[in-house]
């Protein structure tokens, strides 16, 4: 199977946050028919990650990414130029690519690489929390993590907090709406209040913003609503906590808030010789502190994840098997092999 087909085929396997069981299965075994050794670490009920190994001992540099996708299920399809599909660029085809430069890396006869493929990325890190506690961490200096970055070695990525926020109200019927407290309002104020709030920028980082992802609330047209809730996505610059105290400024006591995850932006590691850039996205890394210094690169645009028509170019995904092995040749040069 080459670079492109295994792309093909891991896409053509449906992996939804909270359904990687199947592709984490089809990597187990196609890691092992390759003479990896593989553990699948359980990460909650059907869910586990895929860890592979070549030898007994713990690899001292990680190619790392993740199995599951955001919705819907696109299935693949490529011209001369792109492969298609959903997890395409958004982490397929990293996958692909990882496992094409451990194979490289073994042909020269390094086998200190390893392959750690996480589940729930796109929603809570779950996977990678797991993964951080693993025994193998300690001994790992090095870990390079894909995301569709254009193939350029990411400098520093935007910190993260996912939030909902919840208002309360009193049903009634909406013809009489002096009944009744509407929830509905209540949390459009509050939003409403966020979406004029003067967020942090920072020099190297860049501009903190807000996304309104989900709002949530009432029961039917005729009746005022008794809750309502939001769910939002911050790109942090600045502490968590300064984050917080903006939110919660804001909300003064309209609404209540919960916090589902939250980190600071991160600096990675760098390597000269290699395009760079900064990213505004959020990865797995502040998840995986564990397992050494921290590198971020992959195939693709980030303009293409998410969307209805994700794709990576043939081209970057042949040039990435190519970065990643240069990458571990500059971190572990070919004479300390």
């Known amino acids: 199977m080459n670079l492109f087909e295994l792309t093909r085929q891991l896409i053509d396997i449906p992996s939804i946050t909270g359904y990687e069981a199947p592709v984490g299965h089809f990597l187990t075994s196609f890691l092992k028919d390759l003479g990896f050794q593989v553990e699948q670490q359980p990460v909650d009920q ?55 430069a451990a194979e490289q890396l073994r042909a020269q006869d390094f086998n200190e690489v390893g392959l750690l493929f996480t589940a729930d990325e796109e929603m809570a890190s779950a996977g990678a929390r797991m993964a951080n506690n693993h025994s193998a961490a300690k001994h790992c200096r090095f870990l390079i993590n894909g995301e569709p970055t254009d193939n350029k070695l990411a400098l520093g990525s935007k910190g993260s907090m996912r939030l909902k926020i919840t208002a309360m109200g009193r049903a009634a019927h909406s013809a009489y709406p002096e009944a009744g407290e509407s929830a509905i309002e209540k949390l459009l104020d509050v939003l409403n209040t966020l979406r ?26 005729n009746v005022i609503a008794a809750s309502a809730s939001a769910d939002l996505q911050i790109r942090i610059t600045e502490d968590v906590d300064r984050i917080k105290a903006i939110v919660e400024e804001a909300l003064d006591g309209r609404a209540s808030v919960e916090y589902s995850s939250a980190h600071n932006p991160v600096r990675f590691f760098s390597v000269p010789g290699f395009e760079d850039s900064i990213v505004r996205f959020t990865t797995d890394i502040p998840y995986l502190g564990n397992w050494g210094k921290p590198l971020l690169i992959g195939p693709g645009s980030i303009l293409h994840a998410h969307t209805d028509h994700e794709r990576v170019s043939k081209k970057e995904l042949r040039e990435a098997v190519d970065l990643y092995v240069a990458l571990v040749e500059r971190l572990v040069p070919p004479d300390n092999h």
């Open 46 to 100: 059907d869910r586990f990650n895929v860890l592979g190994i070549l030898t007994n001992a713990p690899p001292t540099i990680v190619f790392s990414t993740h199995m599951d996708t955001v919705p819907p299920f696109i299935e693949s399809s490529e011209d001369d130029e792109n492969i298609y599909g959903r997890g395409s660029c958004d982490a397929k085809g990293i996958i692909a690519a990882q496992i094409f």
């Open 196 to 221: 004029g709030c003067d967020w942090p920028h920072d020099q190297f980082f860049g501009d903190t913003t807000c996304n309104i992802g989900v709002i949530k609330g009432g029961t039917r047209p």
